[in-house]
């Protein structure tokens, strides 16, 4: 009897943190081992959970903000920040992922848990800079360039110092006016 009560006494499954138990998954007498669901509880503190590729995750440090939209609540725009990048990833297919954690900056009633959201990152902010689409950008023998229309109407190329892109842009250091005109493609007739 006493082993069975200092068994059942090493028997507690404790949540890593507080909140509300939503849903009780186990029953008892029910077996549990490492990973077996036994309920879920909803946190007081919102966090979004997500997947990052490797590219994507090397950019992306605790602290930085994030935008955070909802499919189901189009007029809903949250901000947040990163609470946590895993250190270790997962491999999948031989594709490396990692969790990363969204800690929102306030709650709004209408979020729900289950709800399917978009994070937008910020790594890094500047302000003042010079931007240019990133088709704009040619390079050459590792020197990039832009077309820029001359007085005649012609497309001449202008050497560039870029800093740093995103999937859409690219900083301009130095080479460029602002108000310069640049070709971001050319069509050339047959």
Known sequence: LRDAKT???DHVVRAPFSGLIAKVSGKVGDKASTGTAIATIISKNKLVSITLNEIDAAK??????????FDALDDLVLEGHVSNVDLVGTVSQGVVSYNVEIAFDQNDARVKPGMTVNAEMIASSKSNVLLV???????????????????D?????????IGDANDFSVEI??????????????????
Do not use: C, H, Y
């Open 153 to 161: 109407g012609k497309p001449i190329n202008k050497e560039v110092m």
């Open 60 to 69: 992306v440090k605790s602290g930085d903000k994030a935008v955070l939209t």
């Open 173 to 190: 250091l130095s080479g460029l006016e602002e108000g310069d005109q640049t070709v971001a493609r050319t069509i050339t007739a047959t």
């Open 7 to 9: 068994a059942l006494a």
């Open 133 to 151: 689409p990133s088709s704009a950008i040619k390079t050459v023998g590792g020197k990039s360039f832009v077309q820029v229309m001359s007085e």
